[in-house]
Nanobody, 117 residues
Framework: QVQLVESGGGLVQPGGSLRLSCAASGSIFGTNAMGWYRQAPGKQRELVATITRAGIINYADSVKGRFTISRDNAKNTVYLQMNSLKPEDTAVYYC???????????WGQGTQVTVSS
């Protein structure tokens, strides 16, 4: 069983930066994408950014130009660098690793990001 362990959340002022990390404890095999989703209170979970093993990246429009996703395939780790944070970025951020043919889909437990002055 693969576990995804997130770190790096916290409280930051508007305009600040945070870096999230997510490490998979086991083997993430095959053609897959790792990424980040978020869920704010009272809202549905939404995509933030994903990156495939080959490096194909997808961002939500709301974070383009501010967030950068990257991954280290050798370490089965994905990162999210978040700059110019806004109060509306406040949410629980969840790490995801999914096989593109649906063979598996793993979620982390989530890390809280709060943007407030």
């Amino acid at each position: 069983q693969v576990q995804l362990v997130e770190s790096g959340g916290g409280l930051v002022q508007p305009g600040g930066s945070l870096r999230l990390s997510c490490a998979a404890s086991g083997s993430i095999f095959g053609t897959n994408a790792m990424g980040w989703y978020r869920q704010a209170p009272g809202k549905q979970r939404e995509l933030v950014a994903t990156i495939t093993r080959a490096g194909i990246i997808n961002y939500a429009d709301s974070v383009k130009g501010r967030f950068t996703i990257s991954r280290d395939n050798a370490k089965n780790t994905v990162y999210l660098q978040m700059n110019s944070l806004k109060p509306e970025d406040t949410a629980v951020y969840y790490c995801n690793a999914g096989h593109l043919a649906g063979l598996y889909n793993y979620w982390g437990q989530g890390t809280q990001v709060t943007v407030s002055s």
